[in-house]
Structure formats: C-alpha cells, structure tokens
C-alpha cells in the first residue's frame, strides 16, 4: 500500500522567495516519486520525478526536489518565486512496477504575491 | 503527437441519467488509467488497461461504472444512473507500458456536474 501526505493545504510566498512544498510518503515497494501542477480547469503536468539513482532531482521552471529515503520525503523547492508559479501542486507515489498508477496526495495551493 | 485528448471537456447532466466520456491516449501507448479528482482532492486511481485487458480496477469504480477499450487504442468510461456524488472531474493519461516504465501522461480532463 502506498500513501502520500502533503503538508500545508496552502502556501503564500512573495515573489523572489524561496519556494518550499512538502510532501512525505509511504510505500511497501521501492517508490517512484512525481511532482505535478495543475492550472484551474486543466490537466495534471508533470515537473519532475525520481525513479532511481540520483537522489536530487531537477525539473521544469527551475524546480528541484530530493528524495530521502531515511525521512521518506520528497519536498520540492524553487529558489526564486516568480508569479507565473501560482498552481496546485500535486505529490505522487507509485509501485516502480507500474509507474502510471499513482497515489495522490491532496494537494498545496502556491499563492505568489507581488 | 497530440497529447492525452478526452472528449468533452465539460458535460452537464440531471441526475439519473447516463453519460459516457472518450479518451484517446497518445499513440502506441499501451497502458491507459482512469482518475477521479474531487474539488480539494488529488487524483484518485479508478481503472487502468494494458491494451484491450483492463487490468485493475479501484473499489471507488462501483457497478455504476463501466469502462471498455474495446480494440486498445481509446477508451470510454460510462456511468450509469448518475448521481450527485459523480460530480468530479475524470482524468485520463496513458503510458508506453510496461517495457518502458515511465509515468502517465495526462489529458485536460472532463468535467462533469450532475444536478
């Protein structure tokens, strides 16, 4: 079984800032790890992933995440908020046997304030 | 390559009655998925396919539900009877499969408002 926790329903930085979205799983097989966006009405889009190897993962529009398997985390961060990155963002987890069947977590709204 | 197309975008129905939604993966994608996101809610894993077999099916797909993908190329997701709990948005994305194990690409979605 496999679960996803992200912290913090919403978040509010100013653009310039640092970019910091939580996400923790659980998983009983070796995971794979996503990070999605989603714009109102529209479809998920893939920013990153890890499946394996490097632990420190690099994505779309600047965003990055690391996974840490002694914490069970796989947070996503930006250096620098810009306000085209007002979202939701979206952690996933899957069995490394079927990547396309994921557990969501419930989401973080990113709000970027000028 | 056009992407993840699901056909309608928006479909508005009274309870009670049926509806059927099309998606068409990208092209030589094997495996298709069917999701389930209600407001506030991520995703939520309704069905997948590996060609025509459709492989798993989630306990959120009640008797209600059904979806085919009768020759392995699109699929369709039928509920019938809706009811006002069916209001959600219904994703789709497709993946090479399993020799190429890599994560779904998804569609735009349809939403659906039962009243």
């Known amino acids: 079984a496999q679960s996803v926790t992200q912290l913090g329903s919403h978040v509010s930085v100013s653009e310039g800032a640092l970019v910091l979205l939580r996400c923790n799983y659980s998983?009983?097989?070796?995971?794979?790890l996503f990070w999605y966006v989603q714009y109102p009405n529209q479809g998920l889009q893939l920013l990153l992933k890890y499946t394996t190897g490097a632990t420190l993962v690099k994505g779309i529009n600047g965003f990055e995440a690391e996974f840490k398997k002694s914490e069970t985390s796989f947070h996503l961060t930006k250096p620098s908020a810009h306000m085209s990155d007002a979202a939701e963002y979206f952690c996933?987890?899957?069995?490394?046997?079927?990547?396309?069947?994921?557990?969501f977590g419930d989401g973080t709204t990113l709000t970027v304030k000028p | 390559d056009t992407g993840v197309s699901q056909d309608p975008r928006h479909k508005i129905t009274k309870r009670g009655q049926n509806v059927t939604f099309r998606c068409d993966p990208i092209s030589e994608h094997n495996r298709l998925y069917w999701y389930r996101q209600t407001l506030g809610q991520g995703p939520e894993f309704l069905t997948y396919?590996?060609?025509?077999?459709?492989?798993?099916k989630s306990r959120l797909l009640s008797d209600r539900f059904s979806a085919e993908r009768p020759k392995g190329s699109f699929s369709t997701l039928e509920i019938q009877r809706t009811e006002q709990g069916d209001s959600a948005m219904y994703l789709c994305a497709s993946s090479p499969g399993p020799s190429l194990n890599t994560e779904a690409f998804f569609g735009q979605g349809t939403r659906l408002t039962v009243v």
């Open positions: 998983s009983s097989v070796p995971p794979y």
């Open positions: 996933a987890v899957s069995a490394n046997t079927n990547a396309g069947k994921s557990t």
């Open positions: 396919f590996q060609n025509e077999a459709q492989l798993e």
